[in-house]
């Protein structure tokens, strides 16, 4: 495996992942930026963003360096191991691919892409580069949540599963700052969400050998899967919902009886659990599941869902 150039000169067990951010909107200030910074083996080394200023802010309330315009990517790519992304999939993807090109392993926001040709060129660029990539999707990285994933997997003999994620952002009222996320206004819960459940059955279920996907009311999506275990699954995914209605909840049913997706304590603690798995990724040249393959894989997905939906 290969790592930037100055990464190469310690060994990765010797010294704290240094980690990039490119992104300063909500995203990166709520959950990126704290986490990386706080995380024991992990330096911040900067933050990029396309508005100047939103990177200055967010630099330094986290003690590190702004980066600012395209040269500023190239400059925060060396001086970083990795890179981590908040930024709309559509611009995540490009620079991904830079990254990889540059040598830095890559932390990306679910979804890679909201294209297939996006999300595969990730996944060629870090094949080629050989660096390590990890997708955050928070189920799998959340402690409560991946340890549950786990040993549902390991119990096995699953016969059906219910999933849904209804949240209430679009909703009358709301007054959430990621409503102004133009990306999610267009491509809605499937998009947002759908990552999240799909991470989730994937690894317990099986790979999905059939979908079939229509739309319910506002932006909701609904999903029948059959998986390789031979077992089925239906998902429910949206961002419309009435407050009151909003929730999520993942439920299997098998031949051992019934489990139940427990609840999590925030992004933060996903978001540093994701770094563990890039770490862990980079010192042992082992790829993870939840990587750039994966994350190709969704977006397939994804869009076969979105277009049978229509």
């Known amino acids: 495996m290969t790592t930037s150039p100055a990464a190469s000169t310690t060994p990765a067990a010797a010294s704290p992942l240094r980690i990039g951010l490119l992104g300063a909107g909500p995203w990166a200030r709520n959950t990126h930026a704290p986490a990386l910074a706080a995380h024991p083996d992990a330096v911040l080394t900067g933050v990029w963003g396309r508005r100047a200023e939103a990177a200055e802010a967010l630099a330094t309330a986290h003690g590190t360096r702004a980066y600012a315009g395209e040269a500023g990517i190239d400059a925060l790519l060396e001086a970083s191991d990795a890179v981590a992304f908040a930024l709309p999939p559509d611009v995540q993807a490009p620079l991904a691919v830079r990254a990889a090109k540059a040598g830095c392993h890559v932390l990306m926001d679910k979804p890679v892409a909201t294209t297939v040709e996006g999300a595969r060129a990730v996944a060629e660029a870090v094949a080629r580069a050989e660096v390590a990539s990890v997708v955050f999707c928070t189920l799998r990285f959340a402690p409560e949540t991946a340890a549950w994933i786990a040993e549902q997997t390991a119990v096995g003999g699953w016969f059906t599963a219910r999933?849904?994620?209804?949240?209430?952002?679009?909703?009358?009222?709301?007054?959430?700052?990621?409503?102004?996320?133009?990306?999610?206004?267009?491509?809605?819960?499937l998009w947002d969400v759908g990552p999240h459940a799909l991470s989730v059955l994937i690894p317990v279920l099986g790979e999905v050998t059939e979908l079939t996907a229509r739309r319910g009311p506002a932006d909701t999506t609904h999903l029948i899967l059959r998986h390789g275990s031979g077992a089925s699954s239906t998902v429910a995914l949206g961002l419309s919902a009435p407050p009151a209605a909003a929730g999520m909840g993942i439920e299997l049913r098998g031949e051992h009886g019934t489990a139940e997706i427990p609840g999590w304590d925030g992004a933060q603690p996903a978001l540093r659990g994701?770094?563990?798995?890039?770490?862990?990724?980079?010192?042992?040249?082992?790829?993870?599941?939840?990587?750039?393959?994966?994350?190709?894989?969704l977006t397939e997905l994804l869009a076969e869902a979105e277009r049978q939906a229509g």
Do not use: I, N
């Not at 999933?163 to 009358?172: K, N, V």
């Not at 040249?285 to 994966?294: L, N």
């Open 163 to 189: 999933a849904q994620w209804l949240g209430s952002l679009y909703a009358a009222g709301s007054a959430s700052e990621y409503a102004d996320s133009p990306w999610r206004r267009e491509k809605g819960g």
């Open 274 to 297: 994701a770094v563990d798995a890039l770490a862990e990724a980079v010192r042992t040249g082992v790829p993870h599941a939840c990587d750039a393959r994966f994350g190709l894989r």
